[in-house]
């Protein structure tokens, strides 16, 4: 069974840094494309960052271009979100997700693996 696992909740102020992790287990995702998604109160989830399979390539959605940093330990099965200069507008539920594919996708639909999501709340 696979399972991927998030950690780092948070309440931090505006203009803060948190770093967001994910073990994934029953799978090795060294050659797969892992990302981070995000859902705010009353809103659809939506994409916040992509790796490609082994780390080569990386995106990003616009919104955080700068600020956040997606990065992966392929050795511990891990991925990371490093959010730096946070915003209010940067609370929600952040998922760690999973893909099939090696390169960096940025749909949902192209994520088969879902971790349970984490909250990460920034005050004003």
């Known amino acids: 069974q696979v399972q991927l696992v998030e950690s780092g909740v948070g309440l931090v102020q505006t203009g803060g840094s948190l770093r967001l992790s994910c073990a994934a287990s029953g799978r090795t995702f060294s050659s797969s494309a892992m990302g981070w998604f995000r859902q705010a109160p009353g809103k659809e989830r939506e994409f916040v960052a992509a790796?490609?399979?082994?780390?080569?390539?990386?995106h990003y959605a616009h919104s955080v271009k700068g600020r956040f940093t997606i990065s992966r330990d392929d050795a511990k099965n891990s991925v990371y979100l490093q959010m730096n200069s946070l915003k209010p507008e940067d609370t929600a539920v952040y998922y760690c997700?999973?893909?099939?594919?090696?390169?960096?996708?940025?749909?949902?639909?192209?994520?088969?693996?879902w971790g349970q999501g984490t909250q990460v709340t920034v005050s004003s």
């Open positions: 790796s490609s399979g082994s780390g080569g390539s990386t």
């Open positions: 997700a999973g893909s099939r594919y090696m390169w960096e996708v940025v749909s949902a639909s192209e994520y088969t693996y």
